[in-house]
């Protein structure tokens, strides 16, 4: 057997070794979305809430239920998550609630994987288009990408993502640009509301979205359409 054959091989079974360990997209968060249908089982969500989905900065995001309260709030954020991935379990995680509105938070991660702001709006553009063909009108409010210590070297990608999703939501009455950036910043940097990995916020980071997002969630409360559900 030459070497140069051996050395094909033992390429071939190294990629064959790295396919296997990176799970597709449709797998890799079977296990949340399975226990979002386990959760809706045993306490069946009713229409018309306020729904929170996206990744880990909403996933985490523990105190929403008394953050928001009265309002009535389901929180589907998978860790983890890009937008194409809340695209593609929309019928999972957007489409049983029958939401009064949608508080969207993804795309940071997109960025940190290696896509442009470009792409990422234009990921999010397909997300509003699978709304607008299982919800109608329904009202989204996109909340602006994160400042981290983590991820600073981002901010300026974060910054051009941010900016072209709030001009296309002056051009879409279903679409709101809420903007957290400026209370998680101090002296042009983030301030210290970051867990050790500098990424994901302290209950402190909570409250200052709190304070951005509740107003917003009381405003649609009282003004928004009539609910669909």
């Known amino acids: 057997m030459s070497r140069s054959f051996t050395r094909r091989a033992l390429m071939a079974l190294a ?14 968060f079977s296990p ?17 809430g306020f729904l929170f989905t996206g990744s880990s900065s909403v996933r985490f995001w523990k105190s929403l239920d008394q953050d ?19 695209t593609l379990y929309f019928d999972q995680v957007v489409t049983p609630y029958r939401p009064r509105a949608i508080f969207f938070y993804a795309g940071e991660n997109d960025l940190n994987a290696g896509r442009t702001p470009e792409q990422v709006v234009a990921d999010f553009q397909a997300f509003l288009d699978r709304k607008d063909k ?18 600073w070297d981002q ?16 051009q879409r009455p279903d679409l709101d640009y809420v903007d957290v950036v400026p209370a998680m910043l101090e002296a042009g940097a983030p301030k210290d509301i970051f867990v050790a990995d500098g990424l994901h916020m302290t209950p402190a980071g909570y409250v ?3 304070q951005v997002v509740r107003p917003v969630v009381e405003h649609e409360a009282k003004t928004g359409a009539a609910c669909r559900g």
Request: glycine share 4%; proline share 9%; charged share 20%.
């Open 68 to 86: 928001m309260a009265p309002h009535p709030v389901t929180n589907r954020g998978f860790g983890g998550s890009q937008i194409a991935d809340v």
């Open 208 to 210: 200052l979205w709190t």
């Open 15 to 28: 990629l064959l070794s790295l396919t296997a360990a990176a799970p597709a997209p449709e797998t890799r």
């Open 32 to 48: 949340e979305i399975a226990r979002f249908a386990e959760l809706d089982k045993a306490t069946p969500p009713k229409p018309c």
């Open 155 to 170: 901010f300026a990608s974060q910054s051009q993502a941010n900016a072209a999703i709030k001009a296309l939501a002056d």
């Open 134 to 151: 299982t919800l109608g009108a329904t009202k989204i409010y996109f909340i602006s990408l994160k400042p981290s210590k983590a991820r």
